[in-house]
């Protein structure tokens, strides 16, 4: 698979008070084309940071990240985030808020319209694309956000805790479906997040990170995504491996 990221011995320090704090250390990681990466970890221990670093609004202090081979030195469109907070526009409808980066980027209404209704189509809003935010639940939020950075057809799509803030039988929902959109759009998709079953049960690959000298201390390859997208029903969670990992995994944050 060919490597977009590559993430080299990167460091990223806050200055609080004329006191210094390492936020992230020595992350050495490549990701690739079409992976699903989950950083696991607990509150604290520098994921977003190191998110907001492969997204360009943070420059390390140490080490480089590299997007095809290029240092990253700001944000671009190659790269989008989704965050847990939805960020949207109140005051627009949801077509709006999905279609500003095509709009901006002086795409036709013609283009527009045909962006619109795709990724409100993935996302299962096509009936709301007339609808005010504000009327909108927590979870058809988000699927909005979603559907906006799809809309700007990054290389790679950045997502901080996106279902941290959901019940979790929304929360469930949309896992299934962002697992869904990464395979029919053959997505790169590096996910924050503190749970492990979510980790488990939608990456591809999985970092665990922790506060310390070397802030990842493993790395999985995971296959529960590719057969959950097979068999949707499957109950991985009760086999005896997917316990042991989580098991192994919770003790590794608990050192």
């Not at 992230?24 to 079409?34: A, F, P, R």
Request: aromatic share 8%; proline share 3%.
């Amino acid at each position: 698979m060919e490597t977009l990221l590559k993430i080299k011995n990167v460091g990223v320090d806050y200055d609080l008070d004329d006191d210094i704090i390492g936020a992230i250390n020595n992350v050495s990681l490549d990701i690739h084309e079409n992976e699903f990466v989950c950083i696991l970890g607990p509150s604290g221990c520098g994921k977003s940071t190191l998110l907001k670093a492969i997204a360009g609004f943070l420059i390390p202090n140490e080490g480089e990240i590299l997007m095809n081979g290029k240092k990253i030195e700001g944000p671009d469109q190659s790269r989008g985030v989704v965050f847990q907070e939805t960020n949207l526009f109140p005051w627009f409808d949801v077509k709006k808020n999905v279609t500003m980066g095509p709009r901006l980027a002086h795409k036709s209404e013609e283009e527009i319209n045909l962006i619109c209704d795709k990724f409100l189509e993935q996302v299962e809003l096509e009936e709301y694309k007339d609808s005010k935010v504000f009327e909108l639940s927590g979870g058809q939020k988000q699927r909005v956000a979603i559907a906006r950075t799809l809309a700007n057809n990054p290389q790679v799509i950045l997502m901080d805790e996106p279902f941290g803030a959901l019940d979790s039988f929304t929360r469930k929902k949309m896992q299934t479906m962002i697992r869904t959109l990464w395979e029919k759009n053959n997505s790169t998709i590096f996910f924050v997040t503190h749970d492990i079953d979510e980790a488990l049960l939608l990456g591809t690959k999985i970092y665990v990170m922790r506060r310390g000298e070397q802030s990842i201390v493993k790395d999985y390859d995971i296959d529960y995504t590719n057969r959950l997208l097979l068999n949707p029903k499957e109950h991985v969670v009760d086999e005896k491996i997917f316990i042991k990992l989580k098991e192994e995994i919770l003790s590794l944050l608990e050192e």
